[in-house]
């Protein structure tokens, strides 16, 4: 089992919003961020529905490249491991998601003697090669059972991820991101 924070280089941020804002409408909260001259305009629907959310989790991998993957759940009554789940599953890059079927998407993954995979979203299996997903961080190192999963001691833990709007084959490295850090934040209004 896999200890939120052990293999994968997270760091945990924690928000408190001040109680005020906690109750202000959608249409309150969007004057004030679209006042502020050192904000840009709000023209997201779905940003503005997040901003007004009691309780969210967002995993954002950072990349050198800056252009960060964000994932956003609804984190409302959940534990350190449940609140990373499809059916939680507010926003992400990946277009297909949704819809797709996976055979994991959770914080414990996969893990077997050649084989540790943690924050695991996987579309499927199909002999290493053919294997299919949107993310995994892969923590077994250059022994691990599929050569797309094999990182240097030094650089582990991988975080691997599609490059693309969709599930991608991890063998293929024209479609496969790799993360420096993977950050994950929670805001809270309580």
């Known amino acids: 089992m896999v200890a939120l924070g052990f293999y994968v280089h997270v760091v945990l941020v924690i928000v408190f919003l001040r109680k005020s804002l906690c109750f202000l ?9 679209e006042t502020n001259v050192n904000s840009p305009p709000v023209n997201n ?11 969210q989790v967002k ?30 599953l507010l926003s992400s890059p990946w277009t297909d998601l949704p819809g797709e079927t996976t055979n994991f998407f959770s914080i414990e993954g996969l893990s077997h ?8 979203i996987s579309h499927g299996y199909n002999g290493c090669p053919g294997d299919t997903g ?3 961080v892969v923590e077994h190192g250059p022994d691990a059972i599929c050569e797309w ?10 975080i691997l991820y599609s490059n ?8 293929d ?5 790799r993360a420096n850090r993977m950050v994950i934040y929670i805001k809270m209004c309580r």
């Open 113 to 120: 003697e050649r084989c540790r995979r943690s924050f695991f």
């Open 134 to 136: 949107w993310m995994a």
């Open 149 to 158: 999963e094999r990182v240097p001691s030094v650089e582990l833990p991988g």
């Open 164 to 171: 693309a709007s969709t599930y991608v084959r991890w063998s």
């Open 173 to 177: 490295e024209s479609q496969l991101g």
């Open 45 to 55: 629907t779905c940003l503005t529905t997040h901003l007004i959310a009691r309780y």
């Open 25 to 33: 409408t959608e249409e309150e909260i969007l004057r004030r961020v």
């Open 59 to 88: 995993v954002v991998l950072e990349t050198s490249e800056g252009e960060d993957v964000e994932l956003v759940f609804n984190g409302e009554n959940t534990d350190k491991l449940s609140w990373f789940s499809k059916s939680r």
